[in-house]
């Protein structure tokens, strides 16, 4: 109890989603800049793997946002959801995706085995 009223966990959900989402945008801003406007990266990242980080990157302050909207509904969704897109980004996802576009290349092609 604060001030004699019960405390409202949504705020504290909001504050945590929404310093996710805003520290997603100024990730993906400074990866943005140095993977393509300054070229920083090591030039053993090929085009293909950029694009894949690039994307998978992009997702989260967007997801983070949803999760944020959730928590106005009921904050355990939203919570499970920042969860679930932690476990997410553990998850080897820039490789799965370049494997994928390897794979649309292919059979666009021609090349692929079926």
């Known amino acids: 109890m604060v001030g004699g009223q019960r405390a409202q966990p949504v705020y504290g959900v909001l504050f945590y989603g ?16 140095g ?9 053993d990242l090929t085009a293909q ?20 909207g959730l928590a106005w509904w009921d904050p355990r969704i939203s919570l499970a959801g920042f969860v679930l897109l932690g ?20 059979r666009r092609h021609g090349t692929g085995h079926a």
């Open 18 to 33: 929404g310093t996710l989402a805003v520290l997603g945008i100024f990730h993906n801003l400074i990866w943005w800049y």
């Open 49 to 68: 793997k950029r694009r894949a980080l690039t994307l998978t990157w992009m997702a989260g302050p967007v997801l983070y946002g949803v999760c944020v």
């Open 87 to 106: 476990i997410v980004y553990l998850l080897p996802t820039p490789r799965v995706l370049v494997a994928a576009q390897r794979a649309r290349t292919s």
């Open 35 to 43: 993977a393509y406007r300054a070229r920083l990266t090591s030039p």
